[in-house]
Every structure is written in structure tokens, then in C-alpha cells.
């Protein structure tokens, strides 16, 4: 199955650590992606494979995956990454879903 | 520079054809594969589908499968999204990106179109 489950919400407070995970069967097989969403703007990705981030993402974004759970940390939390963030991972038909997205706000 | 610039804000009756396009620049087009991603006003991200430049068929989301056609013009470095038929529910923002072939990357989608915004009301 390539069904992916994310918590609708999380909050933390500015300059705190948040850890937004995904769990899903398909996360045994293959690593998830993760992606930032804010209104109005294309989708961003901030990590990659099972802990690799992309030009430009800053080091407080880290990765893990253990058995069929994917996270998403954020040290030193900052207002600017306050939005939408979706995991994505693929499944053994060569198929792929995205998680239902969790917000996170930054109080 | 990567660049994948998509085809403007669409809007259509239902039963109405419709093709966007994603034209990709900067890099070469016929080692990546592509995948559309629509977001319905509202909801979260949805895999549509992707094509990979160096297999004949594209692979379709079960849920859009047989109602939607992604296509690839190699020669000018386009990839397509097609609808025979629309749909009041195919009203959403439709992204186009490149997606890395690899498994250690997880297949992740790298690169993203600014987004093309199909409204479908009668």
C-alpha cells in the first residue's frame, strides 16, 4: 500500500525542536521525501533519501527513517518555516503518494 | 539553471479537452523523468502521475487513471498533461517537476514548475 499518515498539525514554539513524522508501509521499502508548502507557492523540497538535504535548506532540517516511520526535524525552529510540509515516497507498483500534510505553526 | 516553466491558468466547461505543458530548460531533459502533482483548493498534495522520457508509458494515480494522458515532446523538452473530459473536480492547481531516478534520493522531486491554475465550472 502506499498510503502515508501524517498528523494534521503541530506547533512549537520559535527557536524549539519539532519533529513531524509519516508512517506508512511503503516507508519499510523506499525512503520518503519531504516538501514545504506555503500559499501562493510552489512546493519546496527540504530533505531527500534518508538524510540528505538540498541546495539551500538549512542544517536545522534533518532526516530519519525507522522501520515504516519517516521524520522531519527541525532545530532552532524559525518563523519562516511555518507552513505545510507533506511527505512523498513511492510504493513497490512504481506508484507515489504524498502524506495528507501536517501545519506546523510557530508560536 | 533548471528551469520548468509551465503554461498559464486555464479556465473551462465541464466536458471540455484541455492540455497544459511544463517546458524544462537548463539541463538534460532526456535523463529525468516527470511527474504532475495537483493540489484541489483546500486539500493537500496529490500524486497525478509521471513519465519517464526513456519508457513508452506513463504511470497514472489509480484514482486519475484512464481520465488524465501525460505525453513528452523530447525534441522541445515538454512534458504534457491532457484531459479528453473535464471534470467540475479536476478544478485545482496542477505542478509539473523532476522527478531524480535514483533510490537513495527516494525519488524525489527536485525540481517544480510555478504551477497552472485549471478552474472547470459550468
Known amino acids: 500500500s502506499s498510503e502515508l499518515t501524517q498528523d494534521p498539525a503541530v506547533s512549537v514554539a520559535l527557536g524549539q525542536t519539532v519533529t513531524i513524522t509519516c508512517r506508512g508501509d511503503s516507508l519499510r521499502r523506499y525512503y520518503a521525501t519531504w516538501y514545504q508548502k506555503k500559499p501562493g507557492q510552489a512546493p519546496v523540497p527540504v530533505m531527500f533519501g534518508r538524510s540528505s538535504r538540498p541546495s539551500g535548506i538549512p542544517e536545522r532540517f534533518s532526516g530519519a527513517t525507522a522501520g515504516s516511520t519517516s521524520s522531519l526535524t527541525i532545530t532552532g525552529t524559525q518563523a519562516e518555516d511555518e507552513g505545510d510540509y507533506y511527505c512523498?515516497?513511492?510504493?513497490?507498483?512504481?506508484?507515489?503518494?504524498f502524506g495528507g500534510g501536517t501545519r506546523l505553526s510557530v508560536l | 539553471e533548471v528551469q520548468l516553466v509551465q503554461s498559464g491558468a486555464e479556465m473551462k466547461k465541464p466536458g471540455e479537452s484541455l492540455t497544459i505543458s511544463c517546458k524544462a530548460s537548463?539541463?538534460?531533459?532526456?535523463?529525468?523523468?516527470f511527474t504532475w502533482v495537483r493540489q484541489v483548493p483546500g486539500k493537500g498534495l496529490e500524486w497525478v502521475g509521471k513519465s519517464d522520457p526513456r519508457e513508452s508509458q506513463a504511470t497514472y494515480s489509480p484514482s486519475l487513471e484512464g481520465h488524465v494522458t501525460i505525453s513528452i515532446d523530447k525534441a522541445i523538452g515538454t512534458v504534457y498533461l491532457r484531459w479528453p473530459s473535464l471534470q467540475t473536480s479536476d478544478t485545482a492547481i496542477y505542478y509539473c517537476a523532476r522527478q531524480l531516478t535514483d533510490f537513495w534520493s527516494g525519488y524525489a522531486l527536485d525540481e517544480w514548475g510555478q504551477g497552472t491554475l485549471v478552474t472547470v465550472s459550468s
Open positions: 537548463g539541463y538534460n531533459f532526456s535523463t529525468s523523468s
Open positions: 512523498y515516497c513511492r510504493d513497490s507498483a512504481g506508484h507515489h503518494a
